[in-house]
């Protein structure tokens, strides 16, 4: 028979059985608990890459902030089931203060409001916040700015740092807020608030939401830099090609064929720098008779500037054809660009009518460089500069001060139409090509045709800029009065009209 | 980089008027920076202000549009802009365009007291 063990060895045996068990409970939690951890790193590396694909995608396709600070919102708060959330980024022109970007859910301000903001309807709060800034270090937002370290709150209301005014708005409970830190410095606060659990209503949030928004936080943090270089990147290549597109289209207003005229020899080439544009010549054939010309530079530069050009051009030819002086013609140009342009975009004119039977031109000069008459013959030149400011900056009060001259030209003599960029060009050791220079060069054209004589000035100012990159347009038109003599002898300018003034 | 300077003096106590010299060249890649301080210039709301030219040695459209800009605002207040003493080349270029109907151009330190005592008389 046998007999029990000795009570002692009993009591031991209970013992160890207990404890063992003990043990195999405390490994079972220790296992559960590495089964949270590992599940949870998985979790948060999961929600980072999908955070990063989506983020990668969004840039691509739309790179705007609020867009991408949504979408990382939506992330924080599917991963930690947060009930609402903001992000906040530094203002760039203040950089003390905060300005919400994105705000969701029913989310309180976090900062001392003034008592009507504590009684807005609940729907209205998200639209009071996103209207509300904070200071650094004002409210917990500006405390989390400027300290740059991350705050978990699990329990708001027993917390001095979360206003009593914010959980009569919003009831809060719990809170997490975490920089977003770009090269050392806080660029943001990224915040949520209250988490919702159905299965677990009381659960709040823990170091385990903290650790994932603070990777998602640091991944929008790049994101932040990301997008700022982007969008910086994206301006460069709109300016670029806004000015590409402007360069274009002052090309297109560009006469791309020259009228005939029998009497007339005409000439003429525009070429456009890159950052400064506006540049703009066109012959008008009025009738048989008479031929208008124009010369003008925009003072704007861009689609602004091309399209001040545009309204020029298509005044001009509407008036022109309407044998308007030339007087009228600025007049009436003057009156519409004075209304339609901003108050500091002018925009400098000639504009001549050429009586191509009797070589006699009427002229206005608003504001342009002088007109220059060559006699190659003689190699002299004439030039002339009456009275006449700018398009498009003042009343026709003022403006009609615009003097007419009319002018006679002698047969074979050119008149030569230029803007600033052919004088102020400049060569490597910073010098302008100058008046002297350009007079000169005039003079020592010799006998051809005007658009030799073109071609021949255009080379010239190349070859004195060098390497040297052109910094305004440059523009030059020349007409030839070359008429057949019948014609000529048949019609005596009137003398009275002749009122040369040598310069 | 083209040569740019400004010299901003304090505001005349007698009168509020604010002196600035503009040193070298205006043009598109200087007249930000120029606009970005008259701006900071304006704000202290100055009676006239007073741009010293004599030392500008090239000013481009870009830069005529910023001194209309400024000539528009200070009139808004009352105000005036005066240009002193500008360079031959420089004033040459406000005659061509025709600005010296519409800018106050004083070519000595006699005519600013007179324009002044004028204004502000």
């Known amino acids: 028979m046998k007999t029990l063990p000795h009570p002692f060895l009993q009591l031991l045996f209970l013992l160890t059985l207990v404890g063992f068990g003990f043990w195999v409970f405390q490994l079972k939690k220790r296992l559960y608990e590495c089964y949270v951890f590992v599940q949870n790193r998985e979790r948060e590396r999961e929600m980072t890459f999908s955070f990063l694909n989506q983020i990668g995608e969004n840039i691509n396709a739309d790179h705007d902030l609020e867009t991408t600070f949504s979408l990382v919102l939506d992330f924080c708060r599917m991963a930690t089931k947060a009930d609402a959330g ?11 203060i905060l300005r919400p970007v994105v705000v969701q859910g029913l989310f309180p301000p976090l900062h001392e409001v003034s008592s009507e903001k504590l009684y807005s309807k609940r729907k209205y709060v998200s639209e009071l916040v996103k209207k509300e800034t904070v200071r650094l270090g004002e409210g917990i937002i500006g405390l989390v700015a400027e300290k740059g370290e991350s705050l978990l709150i699990p329990h708001a209301k027993q917390d001095f740092r979360v206003p009593k005014s914010s959980g009569e708005i919003v009831p809060l409970e719990g809170l997490i807020l975490v920089p977003l ?25 823990d170091e385990v939401d903290l650790d994932l928004v603070s990777a998602l936080a640091d991944q929008a943090a790049v994101t932040l830099n990301l997008v700022k270089l982007y969008e910086q990147v994206a301006e460069k290549q709109r300016i670029e090609q806004e000015l590409r597109l402007a360069t274009e289209f002052q090309q297109l207003l560009l006469p791309q064929k020259f009228p005939e005229y029998s009497e007339v020899a005409l000439g003429g080439m525009s070429q456009p720098a890159l950052e400064v544009g506006g540049d703009y010549y066109d012959f008008l054939p009025i009738n048989d008779h008479y031929l208008g010309f124009v010369i003008a530079d925009v003072s704007g530069k861009g689609i602004p ?99 007419e001259h009319t002018i006679q030209l002698q047969r074979g003599e050119t008149l ?55 910094h305004d347009d440059i523009t030059l038109v020349l007409l030839t009065w070359n008429p057949q003599t019948s014609v000529v002898d048949s019609n005596p300018p009137p003398q009275h009209i002749i009122q040369e003034t040598r310069v | 980089m083209k040569n740019y300077d400004l010299v901003i003096h304090e505001k005349n106590a007698a009168d509020a008027s604010q002196k600035v010299d503009v040193l070298g060249c205006l043009d598109s890649h200087t007249v930000v920076d120029f606009e970005k301080s008259m701006q900071n210039v304006l704000a202290g709301m100055p009676s006239h202000l007073i741009l010293n030219l004599s030392q500008l040695t090239y000013i481009s459209s870009a830069g005529i549009s910023a001194l209309m800009g400024l000539t528009h605002r200070l009139r808004k207040d009352n105000g005036e802009l005066i240009l002193l003493k500008p360079s031959e080349k420089v004033f040459r270029v406000f005659r061509t365009l025709g600005f010296t109907a519409i800018f106050k151009i004083v070519e000595s330190d006699d005519a ?9 008389g």
């Open chain 2, 112 to 120: 600013l007291q007179d324009a002044l005592a004028s204004r502000l």
């Open chain 1, 305 to 403: 500037g091309a399209l001040v050009m545009a309204t020029l051009r298509s005044t001009l030819r509407a008036e022109a054809r309407n044998g308007a002086s030339p007087k009228e013609v600025l007049c009436h140009v003057n009156a519409l660009l004075v209304q339609d342009t901003k108050e500091n975009v002018f925009v400098s004119v000639l504009y001549g009518i050429l009586d191509v039977y009797t070589g006699r031109v009427t002229y206005c000069r608003a504001g342009h460089e002088p007109l220059i008459v060559l006699n190659t013959e003689q190699s002299s030149i004439r030039d002339y500069e009456p009275e006449g400011m700018v398009v498009g900056m003042v009343d026709n009060d003022l403006f009609s001060f615009l003097e």
């Open chain 1, 416 to 470: 030569v139409l230029y803007t600033d960029g052919v004088t102020e060009a400049l060569n490597e050791a910073g010098e302008e090509f100058g008046m002297e220079r350009f007079h000169n060069s005039l003079r020592q054209l010799g006998d051809s045709t005007p658009q030799e004589m073109v071609d021949s000035l255009e080379q010239q100012i190349r070859t004195f800029s060098g390497g040297r990159d052109q």
């Open chain 1, 181 to 205: 830190v770009i090269q050392k410095e806080v660029e943001g606060v990224l915040v949520l608030i209250n988490k919702r659990d159905e299965r677990n209503p009381e659960e709040t949030f």
């Open chain 1, 86 to 96: 903001s992000i906040w980024v530094r203002d760039p022109e203040d950089k003390t």
